[in-house]
């Protein structure tokens, strides 16, 4: 077997037998034939020709010739190029007669043109045996210089019969006294061992081999053999070895490109050094000689066997590091951070860079998979993982091991398609960024499972999800699991939940949209360390519930905003605190039953049911709004006993829904309802002191817990039973026993929009003053000994006026209202008395339910139609329990409803539906549209303004005067009469309608309610009993009052002008004095009552309800900009609020600043406000009288001084009680009233 290493001297020389004809010898005395030239100059020997080369002179060989003797050196001060020409140059692989470069010598073959060796120019050598230190020289060696290969063949393969044991070296580099280098550009070097190699002696200054092109090749062994220092750079060309590629043994190799193959099998031999006894590889890094660096970069690397090897010394080590290339086995051992391999379809491996895949990074590493990434973290090294692609995960991932994670969504997205997407348990994770975790699963668990320890241990899991992190599924957000191994099963120790994101479920594939944050009904522990969740700001969509607490936690729920189908939150253990945000179950009914697992409860924001476990419940309600069915209820569903463990406190919030309990009483100590909590207020701890709901008209809530003195009666509205007549009534009315049993049953039934009778209602009680409820109570002191508290309740008066079970069904339908005084009589029996009744005016769209009398529809499918005022309605009839209830919106006030089988719609516009062509006339915006569908022609109607009619009949219509064919329309042109504004001309006759108002204690009819200008109206009243004539007022479009005749005490007349007209008409009780107002709670006799006239007749200000002033209560800032806006001529309508039109008036024109328009306001700011706005009409504001005179003077505010002079000069401001003006004191609305009147009247 062989030994490799090259030796730089050589004791023995090989003699080689020439053939003396076909080349001459270099050095042969008696060779006349010219075998070189330098330009023109010609040489009978190559070495002649390097002896007469000067630095950049090109050999060009001429005749083919043999050194294998003489050898050929280049002087260490020359840098010359050989080219070959197409001529042979034979050589040895010996001391003697070798190529030594000890400068730079440059080898290229002119007819080489494709620079890969097969051209006809060639070096070859003559040594066909090898000999230890006589024939194992390189055939060209780079002895401390540079050797650059161009183009042509080195071959000293060819000829050796066994090239595994007399193998050969191609190219060499020896560096022992100064750097030397090898440079392949072209051309090819075809070796029995070696194609290029170095010397491993040489360790002190750098032997450096570079490939950029061409071809080298071994026949038995490595191709390049580098041992010594320096560097070997491939940056191209076909590197081939029957054994290896490349083999480095000291330094560094450097592969940007190229191919390096070999079989990379069989054995080198047992030689003790060069590449004897090595692993074969296309690039085997060893460290035997010295430390070794291999780098990759590109290019192509195989072998039958490995493509890359690593060997480690004994006192060195070796490196390899891969950034791209593709490579004949796997080399993801050898890759470099942030690359990986990819096996292709011809099962090789492309080395990639790991950030052109990557999904996740940390810091600069960068990770082709999340729970690659995660699988990096370390326990307790805070890690953060960054998101760079959407993500669909193949499987969950586990957090554990107390890792510490924070993952940083950036923008992007994770699904699985599966149960869960993280379980985290014994770690901490934090999501942040903005991004969505999605479990796509119909039926899943959830996006984070979470669990904590079997042991009572702190901080154990913490989850943190932050504020722009949605989590997303179908049955889940968050899920508590429980941990069912060991002896504490059920367990769930240290586990903290932080949530700042949203939770959107939506149900996948027909599945179940269920529960927001669930907490597994097996989590007992009640001590210790319990699980804390805390919900910041979090929104969460559900088609179930946002909370279920079914296990044991403690809450934090702050500022959230939870939308679910069933329940908002539903506790059925654990301790909660809710403070701000807003809770809302959609489910219109409110239910609740029995599960031993899962939820019980529908229709409820709150929702707190014991479960079967058992364990304490604690809810304290600090803030927020709930709204559903019901706001909060408590049951207890399991009927658990002994009764539940529970603890409910609510001291403020906005709740729209009933409030229901089994077991606890005495909860609520604040906050706003829709109903009345007075069952559930707490018990005050303060002497003299009692928690009452009382009323507040802010609709949806009418009802404010507060804590008042012991002695205060709440005033508070209720919704009462509808009143109907009997049946026995009816009979007398004419209808039959059958039909009178039936409507009877019925009417009872009859109801409107509970949230617009409370808002009808509510301002009549929130107006009782202290004075008109002692009032109250005094009238009923004989029924009532202890006053619980006094109820303004609304109800239904229905009165059935036909029926007809084939055709229609007409009722009366009136709202009105009772002042009730509710308490006890002789301490102990419940009591009440009505001391008031009265009309309700209800003006806002409400949906009205009538209950059908039975027998006059079949089904539900039965169309019915209802007629009220002109218009007609659709109604829903529906089915319960065998009776039939027909439902309708009516937008225009209360009034005779007939509800028929049969359409009485004669016009529509848009989708309103008229039962007269006049009625639609009159309805019509300018320049609108009507469309006839029914009813007889001719059709009569006119009004003062522009408008369109459409003939969708089948047959020829005739409105006023002109036929319209079917499918067609004529428009009826309004044309304003020359010097007028209140008359015009139209096709037809004009005709204006009589508009009646909503009447409180009694009706009024008008006829005809549309008629031409003279026309003769009558008006009939119909006051309640007990009530008679107040006020009436005819007037007409311009403001202007309209003379009446009295034709007996319930009839007048008047005579139509050229507009339409307004009708007044307000009664009186029959004992008392008839007041000039239509107010309840102003009398003839008040101080204010003529200023309370002036302001509500001019506009400037109006009533608290439809009869109701309330003089005592206080006006605020924004009101009186409102009212002065209005006097300056303002429309104050609109706005996003009721006061921003006004307030922006005031700004603008320096009437005030426009702050704290919600603020009472005092007399001096009263004041000062009429004065500012005296300057801005430039009235006259000269007059100036001193303040001396009151008692008080010497409290008006200094910027208030001018404007109460001025005002006490004009009158304006006249003091209370005579000698003082009170200036810091709230202005009653009686007061403001007055102002504004004297206001009016003395100032221009």
């Known amino acids: 077997m062989k030994r490799r290493l090259l030796s730089a001297f050589l004791a023995v020389m090989m003699v080689l037998t020439m053939a003396p004809v076909a080349f001459a010898a270099d050095g042969d005395a008696g060779s006349s034939t010219a075998v070189a030239k330098i330009g023109d100059a010609t040489y009978a020997t190559l070495a002649d020709a390097v002896v007469n080369a000067k630095t950049g002179d090109t050999i060009v060989m001429t005749a083919a010739t043999d050194i294998s003797k003489t050898g050929l050196s280049i002087a260490s001060d020359k840098g010359i190029t050989l080219d070959l020409n197409g001529y042979e140059v034979k050589a040895a692989n010996t001391g003697a007669g070798n190529i030594k470069v000890y400068g730079k010598l440059t080898l290229k073959d002119s007819t080489d043109t494709s620079a890969n060796g097969e051209g006809q120019g060639k070096i070859t050598t003559v040594t066909k045996t090898y000999i230890r230190n006589q024939a194992d020289q390189p055939i060209i060696y780079a002895v401390n210089g540079d050797f650059v290969m161009q183009s042509g063949l080195i071959d000293t393969a060819t000829g050796i019969t066994n090239n595994s044991t007399d193998g050969q070296f191609g190219v060499g580099v020896q560096n022992e006294t100064a750097n030397a280098s090898v440079t392949i550009e072209g051309g090819k070097i075809k070796a029995g061992w070696y194609a290029v190699s170095g010397n491993g002696q040489m360790i002190n200054h750098d032997g450096n081999i570079t490939v950029n092109g061409g071809i080298l090749e071994s026949t038995a062994d490595y191709a390049i053999y580098h041992p010594q220092a320096g560097t070997t750079t491939i940056n191209g060309g076909v590197i081939y070895g029957h054994a290896g590629g490349i083999q480095i043994n000291r330094g560094t190799l450097v592969v940007n490109n190229g191919t390096v193959t070999s079989k990379g099998i069989g054995s080198t031999g047992s030689w003790g050094d060069g590449t004897g006894g090595t692993n074969n590889a296309a690039i085997h890094a060893n460290a035997k000689y010295g430390d070794v660096s291999v780098s990759i970069k590109d290019g192509k690397v195989t072998a039958e066997g490995n493509a890359v090897t690593i060997e480690q010394g004994t006192a060195h080590t070796a490196t390899i590091a891969i950034s791209g290339g593709t490579f004949s086995s796997d080399v993801s051992t050898y890759c470099e951070k942030n690359y990986y391999t990819e096996q292709n379809t011809d099962n090789t491996y492309t080395v990639k860079s790991m950030k052109d895949v990557a999904v996740a990074k940390i810091d600069d590493t960068y990770y082709k998979t999340l729970a690659d990434a995660v699988a990096a973290a370390k326990a307790d090294e805070a890690t953060t993982i960054t998101l760079l692609k959407d993500v669909e995960l193949p499987s969950y991932i586990y957090i554990k091991d107390k890792k510490n994670i924070t993952l940083d969504l950036n923008g992007k997205n994770i699904t699985r398609t599966g149960n869960g997407v993280f379980y985290v348990g014994n770690a901490k994770l934090r999501v942040t960024g903005t991004g969505t975790i999605f479990e796509n699963q119909r039926d899943g668990f959830a996006p984070i499972i979470a669990k904590g320890s079997p042991d009572d241990v702190a901080d154990y899991t913490t989850i943190t999800i932050d504020e722009n992190v949605t989590l997303k599924g179908d049955y889940a957000g968050i899920f508590v699991d429980t941990d069912t191994a060991g002896k504490n099963s059920y367990h769930n120790y240290g586990l903290v939940i932080n949530m700042k994101g949203s939770i959107d479920l939506t149900a996948i594939d027909g599945g179940v949209s269920a529960y927001g944050v669930y907490v597994q009904g097996l989590n007992k522990i009640t001590s210790g360390n319990v699980m804390q969740i805390n919900l910041d700001g979090v929104t969460i969509n559900t088609g179930d519930e946002a909370i279920y607490a079914a296990g044991y936690a403690k809450w934090n729920v702050k500022n959230c905003t939870f939308n679910a189908e069933n329940a908002a939150i539903e506790v059925r253990a654990g301790d909660m605190t809710i403070d701000g945000g807003v809770y809302t179950a959609m489910a219109s009914e409110f239910k609740c039953e029995a599960n031993g697992n899962g939820s019980t409860t529908q229709g409820a924001a709150l929702a707190i049911m014991q479960h079967t476990t058992k364990l304490p419940i604690s809810v304290y309600v600090k803030n927020g709004v709930f709204h559903s069915a019901a706001a909060v209820a408590e049951k207890n569903i399991q009927k658990n006993d002994p009764k539940p463990n529970v603890d409910l406190q609510i001291a403020d919030g906005q709740f729209n829904g009933v409030v229901v309990a089994d077991d606890v009483l005495n909860f609520i100590s604040g906050g706003d309802f829709s109903t009345d909590p007075s069952g559930y207020l707490a018990v005050s701890a303060e002497t003299g002191k009692k928690y009452v709901a009382g009323a507040i008209n802010e609709s949806p809530y009418f009802f404010r817990v507060a804590l008042v003195e012991d002695n205060q009666i709440p005033v508070v509205p209720a919704v009462g039973e509808t009143a109907a007549p009997s049946a026995k009534e009816l009979e007398k009315t004419g209808m039959t026993k059958e039909a009178a049993e039936a409507v009877a049953a019925a009417a009872k039934k009859v109801a409107a929009g509970d949230t617009e009778i409370k808002e009808a209602v509510a301002p009549i009680a929130t107006g009782i003053t202290d004075e008109k409820a002692a009032k109250y109570q005094q009238a009923a002191a004989n029924d009532v000994d202890d006053v619980e508290k006094i109820e303004v309740r609304a109800y239904l008066e229905v009165k059935p006026t036909a029926y007809n079970a084939d055709k229609a069904y007409t009722l009366d339908i009136t709202p009105k209202y009772d002042v009730v005084v509710v308490g006890t009589k002789n301490s102990t029996t419940k009591a009440e008395k009505v001391v008031e009744t009265n009309t309700l005016n209800v003006t806002k769209a409400t949906e009205v339910s009538v209950q059908l009398p039975a027998g006059f529809v079949p089904n539900a499918n039965t169309k019915l139609y209802v007629q009220h005022k002109g218009h007609e309605y659709d109604a829903t009839v529906t089915e319960a329990n065998g009776k039939y209830t027909a439902t309708f919106t009516n937008p225009h006030g209360f009034s005779p409803f007939t509800i028929s089988k049969t359409s009485q719609t004669v016009a529509t516009i848009g989708t309103d539906k008229y039962t007269s062509f006049a009625d639609a006339v009159s309805a019509v915006p300018a320049n609108g549209t009507i469309e006839i569908t029914g009813g007889t022609s001719p059709y009569t109607g006119t009004a003062n303004k522009t408008f369109t009619v459409e003939n969708s009949t089948s047959a020829d ?288």
């Open 957 to 1244: 219509i005739t409105v006023n005067g002109q036929p319209i064919k079917p499918t067609e329309s004529y428009t009826f042109k309004y044309t304003p009469s020359s010097g007028s504004s209140s008359g015009g001309s139209s096709s037809g006759k004009t005709t204006y309608k009589v508009t009646t108002s909503a009447v409180n204690n009694g009706g009024v009819n008008a006829s005809p309610s549309n008629a031409e200008k003279g026309a003769t109206i009558t008006l009939t009243l119909s006051p309640d009993k007990g009530y008679k004539l107040d006020k009436l007022t005819v007037t007409d479009g311009s403001g202007k009052s309209v003379s009446t005749v009295k034709k007996s005490d319930t009839v007048y007349t008047f005579t139509m002008p050229a507009s339409a007209v307004t009708v007044g008409v307000s009664y009186a009780k029959a004992d008392e004095t008839p007041s000039k107002t239509t107010f309840n709670d102003v009398s003839a006799n008040d101080w204010f009552a003529s200023a309370v006239d002036y302001v509500t007749g001019k506009g400037m200000m109006n009533g608290t309800a439809a009869n109701t002033f309330s003089p005592k209560a206080n006006t605020t800032r924004g009101m009186l900009m409102t009212v002065l806006a209005r006097h300056a001529g303002e429309d104050t309508t609109g706005g996003s609020v009721w006061y921003e039109k006004g307030m922006n008036w005031a700004k603008a024109n320096g009437v005030s600043d426009g702050t704290n328009p919600q603020v009472n306001i005092t007399r001096e700011q009263l004041a000062a406000m009429l004065y500012r706005y005296a300057q801005n009409k430039k009235y006259d504001v000269s007059g100036a009288k001193s303040l001396d005179g009151y008692t008080d003077a010497q409290s008006v505010s200094s910027y208030a001084v001018p404007a109460l002079q001025w005002a006490n000069a004009a009158g304006v401001v006249t003091g209370k009680s005579g000698s003082k003006l009170d200036p810091k004191g709230n202005a009653t609305r009686a007061e403001v009233a007055a102002m504004l009147m004297r206001f009016c009247e003395n100032v221009k």
